[in-house]
């Protein structure tokens, strides 16, 4: 029976990274997967040229159309929020445009339960309570998905995690195989995501790792470049995270990136892990 898959994501090449594999594999087996993403990217690492003005946000929108052509994806939606930066204080609004942290919650909620009732979603794919690793816009995704999921009426919301031992245990091998950018923390993965206990499901991607990695490619701006982190903090350069992923071996980028984990908050942790998102729905 087909059903409907929404991926809700904070910024264009979050779907990428996280749930890439489950989007192209949901299409592939006749099921119609929607991408809408909280915000622009405009607040992104990149190039100085391309942080000029609202350039770099509209071209992560596009990278995303690229993206979501790669899966399947047979709608791309943007609730019309701006990228909340990631320095210690959210940027500053831009006129006629509010950041996504800033966005009241019923409001934003309503955005994407609009999208939810008109596609009759089955599956929401969300995030888990800390953001993954913990950017401000990603806690907000997992706020505003639970929110207009239920005033939607969405059957199941799927959070989108990494169990953290075995992303923190690849993510050292991988290490000894490439030298990661200085931005890249490798021990930030003990603290984020979810712990291995509380997954309720786990997506085998093998067969989809291809277009995962057409996904990654799709958002070059991210790929390279640097950007101030913060004004007066100096420029970072060179390769960014998702370049590293994509430089990564291609049985090792297997390894790692050939399943994908949820956590269904409904369902108590310990019990069977799932293989299938659009298993039991009625």
Known sequence: MPRTLVAFHAHPDDEALLTAGTMARAAAEGHRVVLVLATDGGAGLADDELRRGERLGVLRLAEAERSAAALGVARVEWLGYADSGSGAEPEPDAPGVVRFCRAPLEEAAERLAAVLRTERADVLLSYDVNGGYGHRDHRRVHEVGALAAQVAGTPRVLEATVPRDTIARAVRFAARVYRFPAEFDP???????????????????????????????????????????????????????????????????????????????????GGRVSTDIFEDLP
Do not use: C, N
């Open 187 to 269: 021990t930030s993965f003990d603290r984020a995501f979810t712990a291995r206990a509380d997954i309720t499901h786990r997506v085998d991607v093998r067969r989809y790792v291809a277009a995962k990695r057409t996904s990654m490619r799709a958002h070059a701006s991210q790929a390279t470049g640097g950007g101030a982190a913060e004004p007066g903090e100096g420029v970072q350069t060179g390769d960014r995270t998702l370049a590293a992923f994509l430089r990564v071996p291609r049985p090792l980028y297997d390894l790692v990136f050939g399943r994908e984990w949820f956590r269904d908050p409904s369902r108590a942790p």
